[in-house]
C-alpha cells in the first residue's frame, strides 16, 4: 500500500517540480518571446493548452540556462529565434528527460506534445519575422518622399503638410463687417483721416484694418541651412479701383465691380539657428512693425478713411498713433536670440516723398515730391524680451529709418536746384503681459518722415522737412479664455517747416477705440467695436466723426 502511495505521489511531486519556473518565475522571466505567446493566442493561433505548455517550457528552460551560466550570446544575436524555437526545443527535451525517472504505468509520453510545441514555435518564429518585416517596411514608406503627412494641427498656425523633406504651411484669415459711419461735422482738413465734413452718415460691408489673406510657406533645410519661400495673396470684399495705392485706394461701389488682390509677401529666407535668417524679396518692414502688429484693431475696423466707398483695407490706428510700416521690398537680416536680445537690419526699396495733403484753396501742391534715389532706405530694429518677478512677461523694442530724399519737386523749388533732405525716424514701444492682461505703449518721431503714411506730407514746398511724432496707448483684459475687451488711444502730429505757412495742412489725427473680443470657436471671432476720429488743421479747421461695427474674423 506505502508503494502504491509513493507511485502516486512521485508523478505529482515531479509535476511540482516541472511547473515550479511557470508559478514563481514569470515576473522575473518575462520576456518578447512570453509577449509573443499572448499575441499569438489572442490572434486565435494557439489554443491555450498550446499556450500554457509552450510558455512553461520556455520558463523552465530559461531557468535552467541561468542556473548553469549559460552563455548569452546566442539569445543577443538573435531573441526571437533563441526565445522560441531552440528554446521550446530544448524545453521538449527536458520534458522527455524528467518523465523519463517516473515509474512504469504512470509516466507521461510528451511525444505529441512535443512536436505541436515545435510546430507553434517555428509559426512564433514566422510570425516575428513577418511582423519585423512589415514594421521595416512601414518605416521605410512613413520616411519615403512619395508620402504626404500632415502635422498636429495647432489654432491659428495653419495647416502644415510634410512631403518628403519639405514642410508645406497654409495659412490665413478672412473678415468682414458692417460699418456705419456717422460725420460729426467740421470743415476740411488737408491729410486729416476724419470723414467728419463729408456731410452724410455711410453705411458699409467691409474688410476691416486686415484685408482677406492666404499666406503659402515652404521650408526645408540643405546642406545644414535652413530656408522657406513664402507667398502671400491679401484679397479685399469691396470693388477695386486703379489709384497711387492701387488695390488699397479707396474702392467704387458701382455694379459690374471686381474686388482687388494685393500681393503683399514674395520673398525668401535663408540662414541657420547660429548665424541669423537673411530675407530676400518683399515682405513687412522693420519701422514701425511692431506698433501695427501689436495694434488691436489689427482684427477690427478703427477709423474707417473712406466708408462710402471702401477699399481693401480700413485704417485702424495707421495715422492715428503710428504711420504705416508698409510692405517693401528688402534684403534684411534677424539675429538669433542671445538671453532675450535679437536685432534685425536691412535694405530696402527708397520710396518717393509724396504729397498727400493735396492742394490749398488755390490748387497749389502743399508738399514737396521726390522720385530720384540713389541709395537704398536703411533702418533696424534691437528687441529685449524678460520676465519679471512672478509671471510678467515684457518686451521692449526700439528702430530707426534713414534714407535720402533726393531731386525735391515743388511750385518753390527749381528742377535744377537739385534739393535732396535727409529722412531720419526713431520709435520705441513695450508690452507687458500678466495673466489676462496686456498694456502697450508707443512713441515715435521722425524728420522728413511725414505721418500716416512713409513719407506722407514729410517735407514743405520750401524743401524744408517738417517733424513729426505721434503715440499710442492700450489696455486689454481677458475676462475669460473668449471674451476680452480692448481700450486705446493715439495721436499723430505733424509739425509745419521752417518759414511755412499752410493753414490747411492737417495739424493733428486721434482716435479712441473700444473693443470687445469674443472667441467663438478657435477660428471664429465676433467682434464689436466703437471709434470716434478727429483731425484738426494748423488753422481754424477741424472735423470728427464716430463709427459703430460688428463683425467676425476667422483666422486658421
Request: proline share 4%; with cysteine; glycine share 12%.
Amino acid at each position: 500500500m506505502a508503494s502504491k502511495k509513493r507511485a502516486l505521489l512521485l508523478p505529482v511531486m515531479a509535476t511540482s517540480i516541472a511547473c515550479t519556473p511557470f508559478m514563481t518565475a514569470p515576473s522575473a522571466l518575462a520576456d518578447d518571446y512570453s509577449d509573443l505567446l499572448d499575441i499569438l493566442q489572442l490572434k486565435g493561433s494557439l489554443t491555450k493548452h498550446e499556450h500554457d505548455t509552450l510558455l512553461a517550457k520556455h520558463l523552465s528552460h530559461t531557468a535552467s540556462a541561468a542556473s548553469h551560466a549559460a552563455p548569452a550570446s546566442r539569445a543577443t544575436a538573435h531573441p526571437v529565434r533563441t526565445a522560441s524555437a531552440a528554446g521550446a526545443r530544448h524545453a521538449a527535451q527536458a520534458g522527455h528527460a524528467l518523465n523519463s525517472g517516473y515509474e512504469d504505468g504512470i509516466r507521461f509520453d510528451p511525444g505529441a506534445a512535443s512536436s505541436r510545441a515545435e510546430l507553434a514555435a517555428d509559426r512564433a518564429e514566422a510570425s516575428a519575422r513577418s511582423a519585423q518585416d512589415a514594421m521595416r517596411s512601414t518605416n521605410e514608406a512613413l520616411n519615403s518622399n512619395s508620402i504626404v503627412r500632415v502635422a498636429k494641427y495647432v489654432p491659428g498656425k495653419g495647416l502644415t503638410f510634410k512631403a518628403g523633406p519639405i514642410d508645406i504651411n497654409f495659412s490665413g484669415f478672412v473678415n468682414g463687417f458692417y460699418t456705419y459711419n456717422s460725420p460729426a461735422g467740421g470743415r476740411p482738413v488737408a491729410g486729416g483721416v476724419s470723414s467728419g465734413s463729408s456731410g452724410f452718415d455711410s453705411s458699409s460691408v467691409r474688410n476691416g484694418l486686415l484685408p482677406a489673406g492666404f499666406i503659402l510657406k515652404l521650408s526645408t533645410t540643405q546642406s545644414g541651412i535652413d530656408m522657406s519661400a513664402v507667398l502671400g495673396m491679401y484679397p479685399g470684399v469691396d470693388n477695386a479701383k486703379n489709384g497711387a495705392f492701387n488695390a488699397n485706394t479707396g474702392g467704387s461701389p458701382v455694379g459690374l465691380g471686381t474686388a482687388g488682390i494685393d500681393l503683399r509677401q514674395v520673398y525668401v529666407t535663408v540662414g541657420t539657428k547660429e548665424v541669423g535668417t537673411f530675407k530676400f524679396g518683399r515682405d513687412l518692414a522693420i519701422f514701425g512693425s511692431d506698433a501695427i502688429l501689436n495694434d488691436a484693431t489689427l482684427l477690427s475696423v478703427g477709423s474707417t478713411g473712406s466708408n462710402a466707398a471702401p477699399g481693401n483695407t480700413s485704417l485702424g490706428r495707421i495715422g492715428v498713433g503710428y504711420v504705416y510700416a508698409d510692405w517693401i521690398p528688402q534684403i534684411s537680416y534677424v539675429s538669433p536670440t542671445y538671453h532675450g536680445l535679437q536685432g534685425s537690419v536691412g535694405v530696402f526699396q527708397p520710396l518717393d516723398e509724396f504729397n498727400f495733403a493735396g492742394g490749398d484753396a488755390s490748387g497749389r501742391p502743399l508738399s514737396a515730391s521726390s522720385s530720384q534715389h540713389s541709395s537704398p532706405m536703411v533702418q533696424g530694429k534691437g528687441t529685449y524680451d524678460f520676465t519679471i518677478g512672478g509671471g510678467v512677461q515684457a518686451r521692449i523694442w526700439a528702430s530707426f529709418l534713414v534714407q535720402h530724399q533726393q531731386a525735391l519737386t515743388s511750385p518753390d523749388l527749381e528742377a535744377s536746384s537739385r534739393r535732396s533732405a535727409m529722412v531720419e525716424a526713431g520709435e520705441i514701444g513695450t508690452k507687458i503681459t500678466y495673466k489676462g492682461f496686456q498694456g502697450v505703449a508707443y512713441y515715435y518721431r521722425g524728420s522728413g518722415l511725414g505721418t500716416t503714411g512713409l513719407f506722407f506730407d514729410g517735407v514743405a514746398n520750401n524743401g524744408r522737412k517738417r517733424a513729426s511724432e505721434g503715440y499710442y496707448v492700450q489696455a486689454m483684459y481677458n475676462f475669460t479664455k473668449k471674451f476680452k475687451l480692448v481700450g486705446s488711444y493715439g495721436v499723430s502730429n505733424l509739425y509745419q517747416a521752417a518759414g511755412e505757412d499752410s493753414p490747411l495742412l492737417v495739424r493733428r489725427n486721434q482716435s479712441e477705440v473700444g473693443a470687445a473680443f469674443y472667441s467663438l470657436t478657435d477660428w471664429l471671432n465676433l467682434v464689436a467695436e466703437y471709434a470716434h476720429t478727429e483731425s484738426a488743421a494748423h488753422g481754424p479747421n477741424k472735423e470728427s466723426d464716430n463709427t459703430a461695427s460688428g463683425g467676425v474674423i476667422l483666422l486658421f
